[in-house]
């Protein structure tokens, strides 16, 4: 009862000399199709899970992920907040982002959110124009989700977890939660 393993061949390469790409996260579409590739390096890379075959480059996008039915990709850098078709690779939104790097993003395409962490806050922030709703966070941002149905908003971050609604209302906080 051996699993067939495919091998996703992609450059560990970067354009900066002397730099190798470290993986940081890989995340799955809805339907287990697609596997997008975070890493340290520029940007980030979209394979075919069936043929391994590379069928994108998402420039300025070095987090991310995909929204719950998989149509649809978001993901940033220190600069950009992304919308990304997953259909054809278009851009639907490219908005500013910043002015820290990005640590996680939580998306909700359905509703027009995503939460963007970095090191020092947490913020909700609409996906069509980047304007921020409300800060859900402060601290390193570890962590960070929409519930199932997208009415609520989780984030651990180094000064605590954290629920709100999608509004910026604040339900709970924990300082310095345990896990153990």
Known sequence: TGKLVRRIPWSLSTSTPGVQRTIKELEFNASGSLL???????NDLVFDVSSGQLVATLTSTQQGQFSRDGTTFV????KHLIAWSAKDWTKISDVPNGPDYVTQIAA?????LAVVGGPKNARLVRLSSGEEVAKVGTGYTNFAAF?????????YSSSGFGVWD???KQYCYKEDL???
């Open 147 to 155: 519930s199932q149905d997208g009415t609520l908003v989780f984030t």
């Open 75 to 78: 993901g940033g850098n220190a």
């Open 178 to 180: 345990e896990i153990g």
């Open 36 to 42: 997008e590739v975070s890493s340290n390096g520029e």
């Open 166 to 168: 999608t509004s910026g």
């Open 108 to 112: 909700f395409p359905e509703k027009d």
